[in-house]
């Protein structure tokens, strides 16, 4: 059973930076990809970061426009851990962020899309202030 378990959520102010967790367990794959989205009130969830291992020594990451340069995903194989790195925050980065993982075989298939992604976490709420 694939279970996903964030952490790192809180409050911050605009401009600062906070560090999400994804624990993965039950979900070991020669290749896999996870992702990093988010919902605010009223919004519907979407994709912010996801990223691929093929098995090899190299990840292969998206990151959608409206965080690119200000947030940057990665994950460390050894521990089936991702992590969101989310620098510069804005107050509109404010929302519930979900860790996700799908399975699949080519790091084309590993996209923002939401309905690619049959495992989900209980998600992490993120705070800015202004």
């Known amino acids: 059973q694939v279970q996903l378990v964030e952490s790192g959520g809180g409050s911050a102010q605009a401009g600062g930076s906070l560090r999400l967790s994804c624990a993965a367990s039950?979900?070991?794959?020669?290749?896999?990809?996870m992702g990093w989205f988010r919902q605010a009130p009223g919004k519907e969830r979407e994709g912010v970061a996801v990223?691929?291992?093929?098995?090899?020594?190299?990840?292969?990451?998206t990151t959608a426009d409206s965080v690119k340069g200000r947030f940057t995903i990665s994950q460390d194989n050894a521990k089936n851990t991702v992590y969101l790195q989310m620098n510069s925050l804005k107050v509109e980065d404010a929302a519930m962020y979900y860790c996700a993982a799908a399975i699949v075989n080519s790091r084309y298939s590993c996209g923002l899309g939401i309905d690619k992604f049959p495992y989900w976490g209980q998600g992490t709420q993120v705070t800015v202030s202004s």
């Open positions: 039950g979900y070991t794959y020669s290749s896999n990809c």
């Open positions: 990223i691929f291992h093929s098995g090899g020594p190299i990840n292969y990451a």
